[in-house]
């Protein structure tokens, strides 16, 4: 439908909650020009900042080419369309988003799917930190939708989740799955320390490697191969950790044995 | 000076018994009078219902526990955000908001005085900060007595007369307005890691009991002539079966001399009304409650209605606050224990309409509302933001004028708590005289105030009014139109200014004043050596820091009282 393209490079941060499909719909190009955008504290127009050019796709797709990683909450709280970012795209991407498809091919900012509730961020790069975490202070996280991470994401990402997916294929920072309640996230290399603190439900597989389970966790079991979601599963064999017993948690961190074999000495307690 | 004829009004003024009569309401330099000149600003407000401005005796709007509720819900903050206007600050906060937007929602509703109702003295300087800056209001706050170390202590000794000196000197340093007790004996216990289940339970290592804390600090407040009487916050809040405790409270004041001015005011009463024997077999007492307090005259109270909302309760209550932590699975949650004083907590909190207990609490609030039959007994309140937030008030109001707005909601509740909810049996819909009587003129003559809660030549020119023609209205078939018109005055008049016009704040030069009581006792507390020295031994502040001197409020006004002792 639409493609955008920096005029120049940002130096301070620009707000662009307004550019979403659901937004754009149904409006000319001129008008969506018109729309307010701020930049630092200066209230400015879209058509300010960006160059907008049409292109002849009929769905409602916006494709953003070039460096937007000082924009924040581009795709705020869209439920349909699709997004194309060609570059690296700042905080708050697709907070409240409720549906539809953003796709990064680049490095996605902080607190991006903050508070999400369906649909599909695919990032092609890395992620900052609290991937997928909600506002300061909220106890309910994301609660449903899928994001995957190419590359490795920052600390304290999946805090609260409530539900959906988290596949990251690079390594997590530390704090993984901080409070968790449901849903699942799959890290493919190593985890930093203390994932899943707080946790009281909800699964996380470690199929690289992390140097230690918190006390706080107790071996369960040892198990061939865990469920991801309707179609895929991870194979084994992981060793199931139970926890965070400290807030009577039942979630479960499964971590791959043959790359762990730190984790050896658990097996005399089962 | 300025002023201000409001023509053509159906004003409701009952202290003065003016129901709904179109008249004229005339102001000059602040107070109501007979009559201005030709020379007066003319407000047309034929077609309008004009009341006094509104009187709020229980809501926590500043202080310790209201700011560490800031603290720890920036959730709250982000989900609602006023900007600044060319006339108001910017401000945030849901169920806590900000100082000034405190102030200018609270005007929009035609309320013009508020009472900040839980003040430990060791925070009484930051409440009146937070005070100060709350715009377009006249304001008090009540000091936490019941568990206070020196009040314990005289009482346990049965040395009342002390014990009100002290307490005279207590509202001279705390600039405070009436004397607060929550949980008497179960705040002081709780510093132990107890408390009290009953009114006769023994205060550890103070030989006294609730009954005697309370019935003790009516005696006080008897002595001192204290415009207000004991506002009391009953042992067992909020658990079931408490309504014993509440009503042993009731029949414990009776033994306090009356004289035709109330002896206890207990607020929050939907959180003391509760029946059963556990959560799971939780009932309404709001029977068992309305019967008592229509049969007796020695108290006031009011509703602590429900709001199902996301909000923060906070309390000097701690060990409520601790069963509300267990029961609310296992929120973010601040406990504190306030060194002599008093103890606190807080915790956000979601009532549900489809949690069994949360539909029952807010069928409980408006059964006891409509069955006890003197709005002059019963006043309305959220008891913010504990209940839910103060700016639901006109959400109550049409609950309790429209016989079909409660229906609508109960609908909506949990089946279990519709089978016990005894609204359907209520037919009572209040009018525009009793809301007036339960929003204004009924809290002001609780609180004493007599420049407040009505239009008669000398009050205060604090008035409110709305877009609500009583000939035209049925308010109780048309409920959401008459709410809408509570949601947001005409005007605001506050000492004879114009504050509120359609809604929005136009003034923003009208600080509002800080009343405190300065009560004069034959002799003065004697603040002697041994004092001191307690104060060196158990207070993290030095005596000379503590207290709170007038100059430390933005605009005092200083309401001298004569004490029989």
């Known amino acids: ?270 | 000076m300025t002023e201000l004829l409001i023509k053509n009004g159906f004003v409701f003024d009952p202290i003065n018994k003016i129901n709904g009569e179109k008249m004229d309401i005339a102001i000059k330099d602040g107070k109501i009078v007979q009559k201005v000149s030709s020379k007066a600003h003319v407000i047309d407000a034929s077609g309008l219902t004009v009341m006094p401005g509104g009187v709020d005796i229980h809501t926590h709007i500043a202080g310790g526990e209201v700011n560490t509720g800031r603290i720890i819900r920036p959730d709250d903050h982000v989900k609602d955000v006023e900007r600044k206007t060319a006339m108001t600050r910017s401000g945030t906060g849901y169920s806590i908001p900000s100082t000034f937007t405190t102030g200018y929602r609270y005007s929009r509703m035609g309320y013009t005085t508020v009472m900040n109702p839980s003040m430990a003295p060791l925070q009484a300087k930051h409440t009146h900060e937070e005070l100060n800056d709350i715009p377009l209001l006249d304001k008090a706050t009540y000091p936490l007595l019941g568990d206070w170390w020196f009040v314990l202590e005289n009482l346990a000794k049965g040395n009342v007369e002390e014990c009100a000196k002290h307490v005279a000197w207590m509202m001279d340093i705390t600039k405070g307005y009436a004397i607060k007790i929550v949980n008497p004996g179960g705040l002081e216990s709780w510093g132990f890691g107890h408390n009290v289940h009953s009114i006769d339970d023994k205060v550890p290592n103070f030989c006294i009991t609730p009954r005697e804390i309370i019935t003790g600090l009516a005696r006080v407040n008897a002595m001192l002539n204290l415009p207000h009487s004991i506002h009391l916050h009953t042992n067992n809040l909020g658990l079931p079966g408490n309504y014993i405790t509440t009503l042993d409270t009731m029949k414990a004041l009776e033994s306090v001399p009356y004289n035709g001015k109330p002896v206890g005011h207990i607020t929050h009463l939907q959180f003391a009304s509760f029946a059963g024997d556990g959560w799971a077999h939780f009932q309404s007492a709001s029977e068992e409650i309305s019967s008592y307090i229509n049969a007796h005259n020695h108290m006031t109270f009011d509703m602590g209605q429900v709001i199902f909302t996301d909000t923060t309760t906070m309390t000097a209550d701690g060990p409520f606050e601790f069963s509300l932590y267990e029961l609310g699975g296992h929120n973010k949650w601040v406990n504190s224990d306030i060194e002599t004083e008093t103890s606190g907590g807080i915790i956000p909190f979601t009532y549900k309409k489809n949690s069994p207990v949360n539909a029952l609490q807010w069928s409980i609030g408006l059964e006891l509302a409509l069955l006890i039959k003197d709005p002059w007994k019963m006043f309305m309140s959220t008891d913010h933001p504990n209940g839910g937030p103060f700016f639901a008030y006109p959400r109550v109001l049409a609950w309790l004028y429209s016989k079909k707005a409660r229906e609508i909601t109960l609908k909506h509740c949990n089946k279990k708590a519709q089978k016990k909810s005894l609204l359907p049996s209520i037919d009572r819909e209040m009018s525009l005289y009793e809301i007036a009587i339960m929003t204004r003129a009924g809290q002001a003559k609780a609180l004493g105030l007599s420049n407040k809660g009505q239009l008669g030549v000398g009050a205060d020119a604090d008035v409110a009014i709305y877009d609500i023609n009583p000939e035209k209205l049925d308010i109780a078939r048309q409920f959401k139109v008459a709410r809408k018109a509570f949601k947001h005055t005409t005007y605001t008049i506050k000492d004879g200014t114009i504050v509120v016009k359609d809604g929005e704040v136009v003034n923003n030069k009208t600080p509002g004043r800080t009343m405190w009581l300065d009560i004069q006792t034959k002799n003065p507390c004697v603040i002697d050596e041994e004092m001191k020295r307690k104060f060196k031994q158990y207070w993290t502040i030095e005596y000379d820091n503590y207290p709170v001197f007038e100059h430390y409020l933005k605009v005092p006004q200083k309401l001298t009282i004569k004490a029989s002792v």
């Open chain 1, 1 to 270: 439908m639409l493609i955008l393209i920096p005029k120049r490079k940002f130096e301070v941060p620009v707000q662009a909650a307004c550019i979403s499909p659901d937004v754009f719909k149904g409006k000319v190009t001129a008008e969506i020009a018109n729309m307010p955008i701020t930049e630092g504290n200066r209230n400015l127009k879209l058509g300010d900042l960006f160059e907008i050019q049409e292109d002849n796709l009929e769905a409602p797709y916006i494709t953003i080419n070039g460096d937007v990683s000082k924009v924040k909450r581009i795709g705020s709280a869209m439920k349909t369309g699709e997004i194309l970012v060609n570059g690296d795209v700042g905080m708050h991407t697709g907070e409240k988003m409720a549906g539809g498809k953003i796709t990064v091919n680049g490095n996605i900012g902080g607190w991006s799917g903050s508070d999400m509730k369906g649909g599909l961020i695919e990032v092609h790069g890395d992620a900052g930190d609290y991937l997928a975490s909600p506002y300061r202070g909220t106890s309910t996280g994301m609660k449903g939708g899928v994001i995957i991470v190419d590359g490795k994401v920052g600390s304290d990402s999946g805090c609260y989740l409530h539900g959906g997916i988290l596949k990251i294929k690079g390594g997590a920072g530390r704090f993984l799955g901080y409070h968790m309640s449901d849903g699942v996230i799959l890290v493919d290399k190593e985890v930093d320390v203390r994932p899943g603190a707080c946790m009281t439900g909800g699964k996380i597989v470690i199929t690289g490697t992390v140097e230690e389970v918190m006390p706080s966790f107790t071996i369960d079991s040892v198990k061939p191969k865990v469920k991801i979601d309707d179609t895929t599963s991870a194979a084994g064999p992981f060793y199931v950790f139970l926890g965070d017993l400290s807030e009577h948690g039942t979630g479960k961190i499964f971590v791959n044995k043959a790359n762990n074999p730190q984790m050896k000495f658990y097996e005399k307690y089962l």
